[in-house]
């Protein structure tokens, strides 16, 4: 059975950057594309970021663009997200996901994507 395990995140100043880590554990016979959305206090789930299983097809959410950058390792099948220049307005828990179907620009529901993370706290103050 395969898991998303997630690390990273905490507390930041705005301006100051974050980088979060999740990694893909157990049997990974096959390679998903993978994301990030994030969910602030009282909003519903949002994406984020989401890379292909090659890593040549990457998408981002416009409130993230040029400051966000998503990347992978597909040797230890990994997916990163590297947060600059961070706002409050990035507050909220990040969930990794993973998806044999779904990847970049091809948002569907939550409940549509096959894997996710436990979630990490990121807290952007002012």
């Known amino acids: 059975q395969v898991q998303l395990v997630q690390s990273g995140g905490g507390l930041v100043q705005a301006g100051g950057s974050l980088r979060l880590s999740c990694a893909a554990t157990?049997?990974?016979?096959?390679?998903?594309?993978m994301g990030w959305f994030r969910q602030a206090p009282g909003k519903e789930r949002e994406s984020v970021a989401a890379i292909s299983r090659s890593g040549d097809v990457i998408s981002y959410a416009d409130s993230v663009e040029g400051r966000f950058y998503i990347s992978r390792d597909h040797g230890q099948d990994t997916v990163d997200l590297q947060m600059n220049s961070l706002e409050p307005g990035d507050t909220g828990v990040y969930y990794c996901?993973?998806?044999?179907?779904?990847?970049?620009?091809?948002?569907?529901?939550?409940?549509?994507?096959?894997?996710w993370g436990q979630g990490t706290q990121v807290t952007v103050s002012s």
């Open positions: 157990g049997r990974t016979r096959v390679t998903y594309n």
């Open positions: 996901w993973g998806d044999l179907r779904l990847g970049p620009g091809t948002v569907g529901p939550c409940r549509a994507y096959e894997l």
